[in-house]
């Protein structure tokens, strides 16, 4: 049984700064990549950043730049750094543990997702 547990703040001011972090456990060989998406109201999930074992991160275009993602293989945790944080970022942030392998096989787990909220 894998888990992905995600914990951080959700409220913060425009311009501001917001960090969660995210740990996967559970009978885990390793994970691929782990990283997060987010889904805005009425439109579809898309990738905020990701990272692979080696440490190779990609960024989506529009958090270049303001978001930093970083990543402990050793703990299976991926910790995300949001700062100057825009009207348009607000969104259930979920992350991901992609390509895990497991006794059971390969398989993507998804955390439960945390709203993030920008007040102006």
């Known amino acids: 049984q894998v888990q992905v547990v995600e914990s951080g703040g959700c409220l913060v001011q425009a311009g501001g700064s917001l960090r969660l972090a995210c740990a996967a456990s559970?009978?885990?060989?390793?994970?691929?990549?782990m990283g997060w998406y987010r889904q805005a109201s009425g439109k579809q999930r898309e990738l905020v950043a990701d990272?692979?074992?080696?440490?190779?991160?990609d960024y989506a275009d529009a958090v270049k730049g303001r978001f930093t993602i970083s990543r402990d293989n050793a703990t299976n945790t991926v910790y995300r750094q949001m700062t100057s944080l825009k009207p348009e970022d607000p969104a259930v942030y979920y992350c991901?543990?992609?390509?895990?392998?497991?006794?059971?096989?390969?398989?993507?787990?998804w955390g439960q997702g945390t709203p993030v909220t920008v007040s102006s």
């Open positions: 559970g009978s885990i060989f390793s994970s691929s990549r």
């Open positions: 991901s543990a992609l390509r895990v392998a497991t006794p059971t096989g390969v398989h993507d787990y």
């Open positions: 990272s692979n074992r080696a440490g190779r991160i």
